[in-house]
């Protein structure tokens, strides 16, 4: 029986953090179903792209247009296997989704993987499920993991970390041992 994903995305989500894994894992043989509350399938949402440089922080430009695949409101932890939680801009206004913070909620009861990336982490620490566990995000969530009890993993941008069920990273650079990670509590076997 194929694995069903839910991903969660928001206008200004991080383009490659988005489009990448959810390629990567269809390409594999999951079912990847997107959503966005607000917007019904067939619509899309606006990405930023995201680069870093010798600036202080990262830069932003506008990105693609990702497609929402499957409704939000009809969304239910009980109908997945895992959550992906892209980051980019789009994890700060979901946080503030009651709605957002339920599911988030019922994936963790169920004790479903959780796998956020960067910002990703915003949404995931309001929900307040990852006290006591150890947690990566983009260096500019730190203080959110630590308000939420959790240990902020600082770890190379190339890096990810599993704990329990959740499957953080800092950024998309991680792309490799990020969705690698996500493959093998989906009980994939990753041979290299």
């Known amino acids: 029986m194929t694995k069903r994903l839910l991903m969660l995305v928001g206008d200004f989500v991080e383009d490659y953090e988005a489009m990448v894994p ?6 594999v043989g999951y079912q990847v179903d997107t959503v966005c509350p607000g917007k019904r399938p ?17 830069s932003e430009k506008r990105g693609h247009n990702f497609p929402v695949t499957a409704s939000f409101d009809e969304a239910s932890a009980a109908d997945y296997d895992a959550l992906i939680i892209p980051g980019g801009r789009a994890p700060e206004y979901l946080r503030l989704n009651d709605r957002v913070l339920d599911l988030v909620r019922a994936f963790a009861e169920q004790l479903k993987p959780i796998a956020a990336l960067c910002h990703g982490a915003q ?12 947690i ?31 499957i953080t990273a800092p950024a998309w650079p991680a792309h490799p041992a990020w969705i ?12 290299l």
């Open 180 to 191: 690698a990670q996500i493959m093998k509590a989906l009980g994939a076997e990753i041979r």
């Open 42 to 58: 067939g619509d899309t949402v606006a990405t930023a792209v995201h680069d870093f440089g010798a600036e202080q922080t990262y």
């Open 22 to 27: 959810y390629q990567a894992l269809l390409a």
């Open 123 to 134: 949404i995931i620490a309001a929900a307040n499920v990852i006290g006591g566990k150890k």
């Open 136 to 166: 990566s995000a983009y260096p500019a969530c730190a203080p959110e993991v630590r308000l939420a009890n959790a240990e902020f993993a600082d770890i190379p941008v190339t890096e990810a970390v599993t704990d329990g069920i959740f």
